[in-house]
Nanobody, 122 residues
Framework: QVQLVESGGGLVQAGGSLRLSCAAS????????MGWFRQAPGKEREFVGA???????YYRDFLKGRFTISRDNAKNTVSLQMNSLKPEDTAVYYC????????????????WGQGTQVTVSS
């Protein structure tokens, strides 16, 4: 399995931006679909979006336009750019790897990072 480490979380005011990164070790990320999930306190983990090995992306509809996922295969990293943040975006954000494309369920992603906390203040 690939080892993943997220970074870039923190505290930001509503309307602000954050860029999360996910770095991999052990294996190259280029062959995987890389997904981002988030889990708010007391809620289930939910899908944010993902990027396939070819660079194609897909997102939860209500996040589309504010969040953008990109990948840098040369650096073995994936990023999540979050703009116009809202207090309801507060959560722990996780990156995960899948061998398939189009998946949105946590169970379809086999490798996970430890998560990074994002807190959006009003």
């Amino acid at each position: 399995q690939v080892q993943l480490v997220e970074s870039g979380g923190g505290l930001v005011q509503a309307g602000g931006s954050l860029r999360l990164s996910c770095a991999a070790s052990g294996r190259t990320l280029s062959r995987y679909t890389m997904g981002w999930f988030r889990q708010a306190p007391g809620k289930e983990r939910e899908f944010v979006g993902a990027i396939g090995s070819t660079g194609s992306t897909y997102y939860r509809d209500f996040l589309k336009g504010r969040f953008t996922i990109s990948r840098d295969n040369a650096k073995n990293t994936v990023s999540l750019q979050m703009n116009s943040l809202k207090p309801e975006d507060t959560a722990v954000y996780y990156c995960a790897a899948s061998s398939g494309f189009g998946y949105t369920r946590s169970s379809d992603f086999g490798s996970w990072g430890q998560g990074t906390q994002v807190t959006v203040s009003s």
